[in-house]
């Protein structure tokens, strides 16, 4: 956790890009690398679907998102994609489970725990 949901991108591309924007994601939220989780969506568009990047993840303060969405965007464009379309589905911890307890129960449960 988080996600970085790519929709409409060739996986080869998004496989070279992947350890640039896993770096700069976990440098911009300060989390560890391994964290990030990056998954390329197959779709079918039914009507003209531009490409997109749906990042999943807990709320940041407004300037953290603003930077992830600019850092992101940079590495997108210098790799010939200029009309990425970005944006955050921002999840609620007491909402996201772990082993059916939500996250902060279960944290709270495992810091309990060693």
Do not use: C, W
Not at 7 to 24: N, V
Not at 40 to 60: D, G, H
Not at 64 to 79: G, M, N
Not at 93 to 112: F, I, M, R, V
């Amino acid at each position: 956790m988080p996600y970085l949901r790519f929709t409409g991108f060739a996986g080869d591309s998004l496989r070279l890009l992947a350890p640039r924007m896993t770096q700069e994601f976990a440098q911009l939220v300060n989390i560890e690398r391994e964290k990030v989780k990056i998954e390329l969506i197959a779709s079918e568009a039914i009507t003209q679907v531009p490409l997109s990047l749906q990042i999943m993840m807990f709320p940041r303060k407004q300037e953290t998102h603003d930077a992830i969405a600019a850092a992101l965007h940079h590495i997108l464009r210098e790799a010939g994609y200029d009309q990425v379309h970005i944006f955050f589905v921002l999840l609620t911890p007491s909402l996201y489970y772990k082993n059916g307890e939500p996250l902060t129960a279960y944290e709270l449960h495992n810091s309990a725990d060693g």
